[in-house]
């Protein structure tokens, strides 16, 4: 299994724009497809983005398309996610998480590993 650590979590004014990162560490990054999963408190962990392990293709749940864009650079093994135009309802501890292949890419049940979250709060 790949190691992740996330950093760029902080509090932030609606509107702003925020940038997390999710370090990989192990020979095989490249191979891993990358989500970023969310968690507010007394909810669910949720599904925001997702990339395949070449980079080429990106998903987005509905609540944050158009407003955040992942993306990846496997030769320094990170994962980004830039977060444009934010909003109070965007307050979570945001999580990385890597798997093999891209199936049920939606199910955090399906990623074997897991970074250890980083606060995103957002002020109206």
């Known amino acids: 299994q790949v190691q992740l650590v996330e950093s760029g979590g902080g509090l932030v004014q609606a509107g702003d724009s925020l940038r997390l990162s999710c370090a990989g560490f192990g020979s095989t990054f490249s191979l891993y497809t990358v989500a970023w999963f969310r968690q507010a408190p007394g909810k669910e962990r949720e599904f925001v983005a997702t990339?395949?392990?070449?980079?080429?293709?990106?998903y987005y749940a509905d609540s944050v398309k158009g407003r955040f864009t992942i993306s990846r650079d496997n030769a320094k093994k990170a994962v980004y996610l830039q977060m444009n135009s934010l909003k109070p309802e965007d307050t979570a501890v945001y999580y990385c998480?890597?798997?093999?292949?891209?199936?049920?890419?939606?199910?955090?049940?399906?990623?074997?590993?897991w970074g250890q979250g980083t606060q995103v709060t957002v002020s109206s």
């Open positions: 990339i395949v392990s070449s980079g080429s293709t990106t």
């Open positions: 998480a890597a798997k093999i292949g891209i199936y049920r890419y939606t199910l955090k049940e399906s990623y074997p590993s």
